[in-house]
Antibody
Framework: EVQVVESGGGLKQPGRSLRLSCVGSGFSFDDYGMHWARQVPGKGLQWVSGINWNGGRIAYADSVKGRFIISRDNAKNSLYLQMNSLRPEDTALYYC????????????????WGRGTLVTVSS | QTVLTQPPSASGTPGQTVTISCSGSGSNIGRNTANWYQQLPGTAPRAVIFSNNQRPSGVPGRFSGSKSGTAASLAISGLQSEDEADYYCAAWDDSLDAWLFGGGTKLTVL
């Protein structure tokens, strides 16, 4: 069974940093692109970042560009999101997603999303 | 900023067919395929359509998708109470170099 499980969420003050992790199982992790998306409770989905199968292609939403860094460690079946200079508007449930294929652009998108990890940015 | 436009709400009675639209532009749906996600209350999004009209395994045949020009649509036939959820379209935007979600449509089964 394909699973992606997020961790690392919590409460942080504005301006601080936080690192989210996502572990994939039930599939060949290094064959697939991976993504992060977020959702403010009661609001819509927002894509945050994506990384292709080997880390050679990365993309970010404008709202996080220059502050967040996505990375992956295929040996550990893990995806990461380093979140720096956190803002109150970054408060959301963060989802990890497995792409349908190895690349992150163009056609099919995420096949499976995890249950999410909650990030709260507040003083 | 939402560049993919969906109606905020839709409704139907059991057995009916409901269609949800997603309007984009030449840099997203016009050049790339559309995907659709179902989100039941308190759960993670679930893919119901990818590449305009392909159903992932396990998704009932009642769900179908189509695309014409810069717009995509999700149709749900034989509506059931369990279909009551939020539905989101998604597409890659070549100009923004980013994935976009529509604002979401809340489907109510009357």
């Amino acid at each position: 069974e394909v699973q992606v499980v997020e961790s690392g969420g919590g409460l942080k003050q504005p301006g601080r940093s936080l690192r989210l992790s996502c572990v994939g199982s039930g599939f060949s992790f290094d064959d697939y692109g991976m993504h992060w998306a977020r959702q403010v409770p009661g609001k819509g989905l927002q894509w945050v970042s994506g990384i292709n199968w080997n880390g050679g292609r990365i993309a970010y939403a404008d709202s996080v560009k220059g502050r967040f860094i996505i990375s992956r460690d295929n040996a550990k079946n893990s995806l990461y999101l380093q979140m720096n200079s956190l803002r109150p508007e970054d408060t959301a449930l963060y989802y990890c997603g497995k792409d349908i294929g190895p690349v992150i652009t163009g056609g099919p998108f995420v096949e499976y999303w995890g249950r999410g990890t909650l990030v709260t940015v507040s003083s | 900023q939402t560049v993919l436009t969906q109606p905020p709400s839709a409704s139907g009675t059991p057995g009916q067919t409901v269609t949800i639209s997603c309007s984009g532009s030449g840099s997203n749906i016009g050049r790339n395929t559309a995907n659709w996600y179902q989100q039941l209350p308190g759960t993670a999004p679930r893919a119901v359509i990818f590449s305009n009209n392909q159903r992932p395994s396990g998704v009932p045949g009642r769900f179908s998708g189509s695309k014409s020009g810069t717009a995509a649509s999700l149709a749900i036939s034989g509506l059931q109470s369990e279909d009551e959820a939020d539905y989101y379209c998604a597409a890659w935007d070549d100009s923004l170099d980013a994935w976009l979600f529509g604002g979401g449509t809340k489907l109510t089964v009357l």
